[in-house]
């Protein structure tokens, strides 16, 4: 396959911590990978103001037409947002495509969803994303034939009417809307069964979906890319008491997300939010591990899911060279392709749950099979006991507060 060649060009303030700088930086050059690019050069600029019409300094952008020519790059990609004008001032200027890290983000995601809502939500945020940038770039627009940043509603020349977007946009929120409400019954379905529900969160190419079919036996996408999975998977687990949930995958998180993704994909997170309970996974192998940590802790407030209970799992230990501090409590260490780990982390989880939970103590007779499936089913089981005198057991555990079961136990 032949990989489209492309430069990356970043703004440096003088003030700003060079180690998250570079981080950015990498993350850049994964997401261009990802999309199918090939990073032939980096032009960093440093810079106290963004220039309102070309971003950078006039020299700066000479030499990146320079880079370009000499490496027959046909894309220049900005590290930061470009405001509309910006970005057709820059593309005339270096007299080839340029794009900016959000748009580079959303074609990604356009690549990579496979659902229809899934599909649905990325078009939407293309679609907001486009319509400001209109403006004076019909010509620009409608030449692009192919490449990354073309994924999605660029290809269909939708830019020479710009109602036809407006329209378009109206209508597939009509039609998430419908999503939103299936969503909305299913849900309460399953509150209504009182199932009990875990998210995966965490950055994105933490592990998460390697986790999740380690848990659940199955085999959802799993890639060494940014990305891999965006639309939500949910299936039913058992923990090592007995006890039964329900585990969701969600998309990655990412440092400087697009507004317009997030708002996209908000019925997507909306998994988090619904969640009983948060399994945080962190690459711990990963030199920037604490800002992703902070990126993801960021956005559970921005969702108000950061009041959930929650357990880290500091992932790819294996990968881990030297003395590891770990940041959050609870938190357990370990790499998810181990299947001791695996046990490791249903252990922790039951253990952090009967710390929220209610203790409970009760009796029920043998005969009553049913009643104690339900108790292992939906409650934390620490012990059961055989009383041969009263034919029956002796049970004690924990419970959710909420659950209509805790009534028939008698603590």
């Not at 209109?134 to 939708?158: D, M, W």
């Not at 996974?281 to 990963?286: F, G, I, N, W, Y």
């Not at 921005?302 to 938190?331: E, Q, R």
């Amino acid at each position: 396959m032949n990989r489209e060649r492309v430069i990356l060009v970043a703004r440096k303030e003088p003030r700003q911590d060079e180690e998250r700088f570079q981080s950015s930086l990498m993350e850049l050059k994964s997401l261009t990978e990802t999309a199918g690019g090939e990073v032939s050069e980096v032009i960093v600029q440093n810079r106290e103001h963004v220039h309102p019409a070309t971003y950078l300094g006039e020299g700066k952008l000479d030499e990146i037409k320079s880079a370009a020519d000499e490496y027959e790059a046909s894309l220049v990609i900005f590290n930061d947002e470009l405001s509309p004008g910006q970005l057709r001032n820059i593309s005339d200027r270096l007299e080839r495509r340029v794009i900016d890290r959000s748009q580079l983000i959303l074609d990604i995601f356009a690549s990579r969803a496979r659902t229809k809502e899934g599909k649905m939500q990325v078009e939407l945020a293309q679609l907001q994303y486009l319509l400001p940038r209109l403006a004076g770039q019909g010509t620009e627009l409608s030449r692009l034939g192919g490449g990354i940043g073309t994924r999605g509603p660029g290809e269909t020349k939708l830019e020479t009417d710009r109602r036809h977007i407006q329209r378009r946009i109206d209508d597939i929120k009509r039609r998430l809307k419908t999503v939103v409400k299936q969503r909305e019954q299913y849900r309460k379905r399953r509150d209504e069964n009182f199932a009990f529900q875990i998210a995966i969160v965490g950055y994105t190419n933490a592990g998460k979906s390697t986790l999740f079919n380690r848990l659940t036996s199955s085999d959802s996408y799993e890639e060494d890319l940014l990305f891999a999975t965006l639309d939500p998977l949910t299936r039913k687990i058992n923990l090592p008491s007995g006890f039964q949930a329900l585990l969701s995958d969600t998309v990655g998180f990412i440092q400087d997300l697009p507004t317009t993704l997030i708002a996209a994909f908000r019925s997507t997170l909306e998994e988090v939010t619904e969640a009983d309970f948060i399994l945080h996974l962190v690459d711990a192998s990963h030199p920037d591990h604490l800002d992703q940590e902070k990126t993801v802790n960021k956005l559970l407030e921005d969702l108000d899911a950061s009041h959930l209970p929650k357990l880290t799992v500091y992932n790819k230990m294996d990968l881990v060279d030297g003395l590891f501090i770990p940041d959050a409590d609870p938190y357990v260490t370990a790499s998810v392709q181990d299947v001791i780990d695996i046990n490791r982390i249903t252990a922790k989880i039951e253990t952090v749950l009967t710390e929220e939970w209610e203790y409970y103590y009760t009796f029920v007779e043998a005969s009553s099979g049913k009643q104690i499936q339900q108790i292992k089913n939906h409650s934390i089981v620490s012990s059961l006991h055989f009383n041969e005198e009263r034919e029956g057991y002796y049970i004690e555990g924990y419970i959710h507060p909420a659950h209509p079961l805790k009534a028939s136990l008698i603590s």
